[in-house]
């Protein structure tokens, strides 16, 4: 396979260092220092370090690449616009650990402490952000699908896990004697707006939008033609990312109301798949899609960042 562009940019060792820097100077000239971001800033570290070590540990990229690293930090940074909030970058980090939890547990019904402790994480996601448990049935068909580690024993697990942060809150609610906040958070599951309202939506998160759903489309798309060069596993594990990858763009195509924390599990799931595209292929074409990707986030992260500290 010829090397091209591409090719050295994605197998080269320097890639993700100097996407970390890139990424840094991105917090730094949004306001990192200024708006004392430094809980937001550790959990988007978190995020990468896991995102990462979720590729090391399945080997997504059957090659030497860092690329799904450098997606994820590199999309993330174009949506610059999510940086202040605290509570959803901890849902962030929470979502990577359940996906990486659950996929330890591939092919193994007995798996119930990877499933407990996925789900577990899952759970405390949903406490800093409700809609989340719409995505429970998808996990467990999932995980009965592409994971194929769905049992009784697994299942009780996840169900023990899923309740484990809820029990912990209930406690600290019965101490301080008020309910409210519970039912309130559970009454969030069936807040609903309809005709759907995208005037909420800023240029800046519908250009971000479309950036990722075409990096996700040309992903999807490149691995459903490819997918039989992976191992099993691999095959498995992309599919969940697909299928999670879709039902959240449908999601945020109904429910617009909750784009910064859909965009931040689509980014998840989208990462990897344009990782794939960007390290595995080697024609002209390709080439010139991977320049045109790099083009266009930069100027879309330079174009989110001017509105981002543009006065209001």
């Known amino acids: 396979m010829r090397k091209r562009l591409q090719n050295k940019v994605a197998e080269s060792k320097l890639a993700l260092p100097v996407t970390t820097i890139y990424a840094t100077g991105v917090w730094l000239l949004c306001g990192l220092i200024q708006q004392q971001w430094w809980a937001q800033f550790v959990c988007f570290g978190v995020s990468a370090i896991l995102m990462a070590e979720m590729n090391n540990t399945n080997a997504l990229i059957r090659i030497y690449s860092r690329m799904v690293s450098c997606s994820f930090l590199v999309l993330t940074c174009c949506a610059c616009f999510l940086f202040p909030f605290a509570h959803k970058g901890i849902m962030e980090v929470c979502i990577i650990g359940s996906m990486f939890m659950l996929f330890m547990s591939?092919?193994?019904?007995?798996?119930?402490?990877?499933?407990?402790?996925?789900?577990?994480?899952?759970?405390?996601?949903?406490?800093?952000?409700?809609?989340?448990?719409?995505?429970?049935?998808?996990?467990?068909?999932?995980?009965?699908?592409?994971?194929?580690?769905?049992?009784?024993?697994?299942?009780?697990?996840?169900?023990?896990?899923?309740?484990?942060?809820?029990?912990?809150?209930?406690?600290?609610?019965?101490?301080?004697?008020?309910?409210?906040?519970?039912?309130?958070?559970?009454?969030?599951?069936?807040?609903?707006?309809?005709?759907?309202?995208?005037?909420?939506?800023?240029?800046?998160?519908?250009?971000?939008?479309?950036?990722?759903?075409?990096?996700?489309?040309?992903?999807?798309?490149?691995?459903?033609?490819?997918?039989?060069?992976?191992?099993?596993?691999?095959?498995?594990?992309?599919?969940?990312?697909?299928?999670?990858?879709?039902?959240?763009?449908?999601?945020?195509?109904?429910?617009?109301?909750?784009?910064?924390?859909?965009?931040?599990?689509?980014?998840?799931?989208?990462?990897?798949?344009?990782?794939?595209?960007?390290?595995?292929?080697?024609?002209?074409?390709?080439n010139i899609a991977f320049c045109a990707f790099i083009v266009l986030t930069l100027i879309l992260t330079g174009y989110n960042i001017w509105m981002f500290l543009s006065p209001s």
């Not at 009965?144 to 484990?164: E, I, K, M, P």
């Not at 942060?165 to 309130?184: H, K, M, Q």
């Not at 599990?265 to 960007?278: D, E, R, Y």
Request: net charge positive; proline share 3%.
């Open 106 to 286: 591939y092919q193994d019904k007995q798996s119930g402490g990877y499933t407990y402790y996925a789900y577990l994480l899952f759970g405390t996601a949903s406490i800093f952000y409700a809609q989340v448990l719409y995505y429970l049935p998808l996990l467990w068909l999932l995980s009965a699908t592409q994971l194929q580690s769905l049992s009784w024993r697994t299942w009780g697990a996840s169900v023990l896990g899923l309740l484990t942060p809820y029990w912990y809150e209930s406690c600290l609610l019965v101490w301080a004697g008020d309910f409210t906040p519970l039912i309130n958070h559970f009454a969030r599951l069936a807040a609903f707006k309809v005709p759907f309202d995208f005037s909420i939506l800023s240029t800046s998160q519908i250009a971000t939008f479309a950036l990722v759903g075409m990096a996700a489309i040309t992903g999807i798309i490149h691995y459903i033609n490819k997918h039989h060069d992976d191992k099993i596993r691999v095959r498995l594990i992309f599919g969940f990312f697909i299928w999670t990858d879709l039902a959240t763009a449908l999601f945020l195509i109904l429910q617009p109301q909750h784009y910064d924390c859909l965009m931040r599990i689509m980014i998840i799931c989208t990462a990897p798949l344009i990782a794939h595209f960007l390290a595995l292929t080697s024609t002209k074409m390709t």
